[in-house]
């Protein structure tokens, strides 16, 4: 008896690193067109920012909720509030901390994101063609054009930038209809809505900022100004370099020194259709607006 135990046992460990390393995912081009639509027409440097924060899928929702609880922090306050706090989570995800409406709609549909992640790391090349299908469609129809807050890149592939680099756009538009042809009585000039976006400026160059972004043609994605190599294969060991954000380990979070003030329904919705929103907490420190007019000013 004790034999077959053991003999069982050996197994079982010979079998562990096998069944520990699953086999990688594969979607298909239509699947992927789907996966990244609700992104697909975002700033470059915002879309490599979720490809990259989407495979660390288990910090998002811890993240989103800091984002939330301290959106009234903007510029320099967030960005020291971010090192300050000691945050345990990957810089990628770090990334994406002054902007709480991305990270809520990646905790809501944490799916979407672990599937979106899965696909980056599996499908790297594939998940950039999908992205570049999607864009030439909404331009095809006539939705996806340059204006006062992003520039649309012609060229053989779609490049979206924003107008002012320093200030980051995060669009609103239905997939279901920037993708299609036109129906009647749809008003292509404002299917794409584009009043919140995020000032940036040289406070999260750490986190990569300003230093994200595609190489379309070679299929490559550049964050913090070097290649994404993360993949399938790697994704436990390899770690992103970073050199100006310390990674903390989650024993070495300090109190929480700061307001905790979450948004308000109103901001939310604002945020979430693609509307200026307007600060309504006075919690301290350095406030500010994160809608269109005050990121052109």
Known sequence: MRIAKFMLMLAVLAAAPAFAQAPPPHYAPPQLDQMVGRIALYPDSLVAQILAAATYPDQIPDAAGWADEHHYLTGKALAD????????????VQALLPFPSV????????NWTTDLG???????????DAVQRERRKARDYGYLRSNGQIIVGGGPYITIAPANPAFVVVPYYDPGVVFFAPRPGIVVGGAIRFGFGVSLGGFFRPWGWGYNRFDWGGHAVFINN?????????????????????????????PEHHELQERSPRERQNQREGRSAHEEHRGGGDHGDRGGDHGHR
């Open 226 to 254: 070097a290649p994404w190599r993360r993949n399938w294969d790697n994704r436990r060991e390899y770690v992103h370099p970073y050199a100006g954000v310390h990674r903390w380990g989650p024993a070495e979070r300090v």
């Open 103 to 110: 990270l809520e709609m990646m905790s809501r549909d944490i």
């Open 118 to 128: 899965n696909a980056f790391l599996a499908q790297q090349q594939d998940v950039m």
């Open 81 to 92: 509030a971010i090192q300050g706090d000691q945050l345990p989570w990957d810089p990628s």
